[in-house]
């Protein structure tokens, strides 16, 4: 089927007008913090599309992808942090998130739930409970079988870690709380590793060993940042889907990778969107990147696109789907009054499901940063 040739200008343009600035500045900003005698490591699945926008702009530097995700990383760690951390503290260390239940914890620490469903029921622990009951008593229980399944995952993990890790590494990802760089800097602690992770991301809320290009801090950039953050994390997508563990291969410890959650049309919408930026960035490879744009006025365009945004760029973004603990959702999920909280919760655009909801003019990011102090985890 033929694209329509004024959709594909739009999320060109938006790409190249919005966008472009963004990744242009943030790879200049990670060219002025990093240290030649450091590796310089790019996460998947995000850094794949930085990378290639730092490679466009700066082709002499070595990089290399380091491919986890939160669900590879905490079930290959997770084992070895239990033997100096409780099961309540590993969950405290790893980011609950927003309505994440029990089952869905289960997926993400790599554990089969099914196993253990009937254990849970025996203790009135359901799969549907919010992981903020407690679940050492569970744990207490069923500790060995527990560890053993735990560490079924660790061995091949452990493996392509020591395979990739350098004596100094700097990772990139989008951020948010880096998560992932914690749990690796603590599996790190754990087993008396010298290997150091230091991370540079467009943003975080917890900056030690780490720096963000927006915001480093828990502050309002931060909270308008968070209000749309889904729409940063998409049009960075690959083709591929999320890590989901290892496999040896020829010798070598390899990924695998999930089925990509996205269908064939947001796949057309996220490389158009990346055309933009990567002809944006080609574009000022020609001034031998000597122009600046001021980190100031792309925060401002964000949070006027995003933050506030007009009807019309809801309709075009709205459908484009993201994966987390297993499920696909919508950027913006449906309205239903039967689901409105739970799909206001699951949607990574906020300001945009109310302003989808109300289709009124008010200060949609200002209520949802309201709604967010109200509510940890919004």
Same mark, same amino acid.
């Not at 655009?349 to 289709?359: I, N």
């Given at each position: 089927?033929?694209?329509?040739?004024?959709?594909?200008?739009?999320?060109?343009?938006?790409?190249?007008?919005?966008?472009?600035?963004?990744?242009?500045?943030?790879?200049?900003?990670? +060219?002025?913090?990093?240290?030649?005698?450091?590796?310089?490591?790019?996460?998947?699945?995000?850094?794949?599309?930085?990378?290639?926008?730092?490679?466009?702009?700066?082709?002499?530097?070595?990089? +290399?992808?380091?491919?986890?995700?939160?669900?590879?990383?905490?079930?290959?760690?997770?084992?070895?942090?239990?033997?100096?951390?409780?099961?309540?503290?590993?969950?405290?260390?790893?980011?609950?998130?927003?309505?994440?239940?029990?089952?869905?914890?289960?997926?993400?620490?790599?554990?089969?739930? @099914?196993?253990?469903?009937?254990?849970?029921?025996?203790?009135?622990?359901?799969?549907? @409970?919010?992981?903020?009951?407690?679940?050492?008593?569970?744990?207490?229980?069923?500790?060995?079988?527990?560890?053993?399944?735990?560490?079924?995952?660790?061995?091949?993990?452990?493996?392509?870690?020591?395979?990739?890790?350098?004596?100094?590494?700097?990772?990139?990802?989008?951020?948010?709380?880096?998560?992932?760089?914690?749990?690796?800097?603590?599996?790190?602690?754990?087993?008396?590793?010298?290997?150091?992770?230091?991370?540079?991301?467009?943003?975080?809320?917890?900056?030690?060993? +780490?720096?963000?290009?927006?915001?480093?801090?828990?502050?309002?950039?931060?909270?308008?940042?968070?209000?749309?953050?889904?729409?940063?994390?998409?049009?960075?997508?690959?083709?591929?889907?999320?890590?989901?563990?290892?496999?040896?291969?020829?010798?070598?410890?390899?990924?695998?990778?999930?089925?990509?959650?996205?269908?064939?049309?947001?796949?057309?919408?996220?490389?158009?969107?990346?055309?933009?930026?990567?002809?944006?960035?080609?574009?000022?490879?020609?001034?031998?990147?000597?122009?600046?744009?001021?980190?100031?006025?792309?925060?401002?365009?964000?949070?006027?696109?995003?933050?506030?945004?007009?009807?019309?760029?809801?309709?075009?973004?709205?459908?484009?789907?993201?994966?987390?603990?297993?499920?696909?959702?919508?950027?913006?999920?449906?309205?239903?009054?039967?689901?409105?909280?739970?799909?206001?919760?699951?949607?990574?655009?906020?300001?945009?499901?109310?302003? +989808?909801?109300?289709?009124?003019?008010?200060?949609?990011?200002?209520?949802?940063?309201?709604?967010?102090?109200?509510?940890?985890?919004?």
């Amino acid at each position: 089927m033929k694209e329509n040739k004024e959709k594909v200008e739009y999320y060109y343009n938006i790409g190249f007008e919005l966008f472009g600035p963004l990744f242009y500045e943030f790879c200049k900003w990670i +060219k002025e913090n990093f240290k030649k005698d450091t590796q310089l490591l790019f996460v998947s699945r995000e850094g794949c599309f930085i990378k290639k926008c730092f490679n466009l702009m700066y082709a002499d530097i070595k990089t +290399k992808m380091l491919f986890v995700s939160r669900k590879s990383i905490l079930s290959g760690v997770a084992s070895e942090l239990l033997k100096t951390h409780s099961f309540s503290d590993l969950i405290n260390k790893i980011s609950i998130k927003r309505n994440e239940t029990v089952k869905d914890f289960f997926y993400r620490i790599g554990l089969n739930f @099914d196993k253990y469903k009937n254990n849970l029921i025996e203790l009135n622990i359901n799969e549907d @409970d919010l992981v903020n009951v407690s679940l050492d008593t569970f744990y207490n229980k069923y500790k060995q079988n527990i560890i053993n399944d735990l560490k079924a995952n660790s061995h091949l993990f452990s493996s392509y870690l020591e395979n990739i890790l350098k004596k100094q590494n700097l990772i990139i990802d989008i951020g948010w709380k880096g998560t992932m760089q914690n749990l690796l800097m603590l599996y790190l602690q754990n087993i008396k590793s010298t290997k150091e992770i230091h991370g540079l991301y467009f943003g975080v809320t917890d900056s030690k060993n +780490k720096k963000g290009y927006l915001f480093s801090e828990n502050n309002y950039t931060c909270q308008n940042v968070l209000n749309y953050s889904g729409i940063l994390e998409i049009i960075m997508m690959p083709d591929y889907g999320s890590v989901i563990g290892y496999k040896e291969k020829d010798n070598e410890i390899e990924p695998v990778f999930d089925e990509s959650e996205f269908t064939e049309n947001s796949l057309k919408i996220i490389k158009n969107l990346q055309k933009g930026i990567l002809d944006f960035i080609k574009e000022m490879n020609l001034s031998n990147n000597l122009i600046e744009f001021k980190k100031e006025t792309i925060i401002e365009n964000l949070n006027k696109f995003a933050g506030n945004p007009k009807m019309k760029d809801i309709r075009q973004f709205e459908k484009l789907e993201f994966y987390e603990n297993g499920q696909t959702y919508q950027l913006v999920e449906p309205l239903n009054l039967r689901k409105l909280k739970t799909n206001f919760l699951n949607s990574k655009w906020k300001t945009a499901f109310l302003k +989808k909801m109300l289709r009124i003019k008010l200060p949609y990011d200002k209520i949802v940063i309201f709604l967010r102090k109200k509510k940890d985890h919004l």
